[in-house]
């Protein structure tokens, strides 16, 4: 007997390749080996819902066909179940994927659901809401909040944002209770890092793992203009750890908030959640399983 996959494609996210996607997996999935439905979200949280009612029916696999957004919603119900979870790239940045060494090419993304091993993965908890990638606060979570409500999706309508606000922007000054620890830091933004980068290959934290039962904190001093421009390259790189702005702690909890207890602008994975005046993380290992290229040790 076959088992069951079912594709949860996003049809708002970022790449609009869904009709191809459609077509390579009819093309590409092993029809001896799986049994496959596919079903499009139609407004946010349905993946949510889907993937409840999946765990439920004892499916074997759901594929995210989305970004990291969609992927997260069908994460947070499927942990700590034996439903694994599968990815076919089809966001704006697909962080995730890029660190797994998915690709964006929907055939290969099939191949490895076909021919892939399946892996335990940690999740972040942050207050009420969980992720598999990244999240933060300070700068990047106020783009995320501009970012929200634009029409436009992709890397250039989100570098213009983040061009248009550099400048203005002021670091903020945090308090962070970690490892036993209360640091107070003055900040540009600070990352939660569960794997190593946003999206679009950008490696903030080019050593965070999926499997090490750590957070990486990376607290994010503004650069200069100049700076700016000298940072891109080991961005992309995978050495802004190697630079003086950025300082990087490791944790499987924290608790973050403004010396002014002012409320934080919070993102997960590029998208804006509600503006609180604490964020709490706790990482919980191995507890989603997740099928990942065979001999890939990017975990």
Known sequence: MNQKIIFIINPKSGTGNHIKIKTAIKKHIDATKYDYEIIETEYKGHAIEIAKQAVKDKVYMLVSVGGDGTLNEISSAIVHTDVILGIIPAGSGNGLAHHLKISTNPAKAIKILNKGEVKEIDTVILNEDRFV???????????????????????????????????SYKPKKYILHINNETLHRRAFFITFANSSQWGYNTK????????DGKIDVCIFKKPSILKVVLLLPKLIAGRINHTTNIETIQCDCCQVYRSSNKKMHIHIDGEKKKRKQTVTLNLEPKSLKIIVPKNNHNE
């Open 133 to 167: 990638s990244i999240a933060g606060v300070g700068f990047d979570a106020f783009i995320a909040q501009h970012y929200d409500g634009s029409t436009k999706r992709g890397f250039f309508p989100y570098f213009k944002l983040v061009f248009k606000h550099f400048f």
């Open 204 to 211: 903030i934290a080019p050593t965070a793992s999926l499997k």
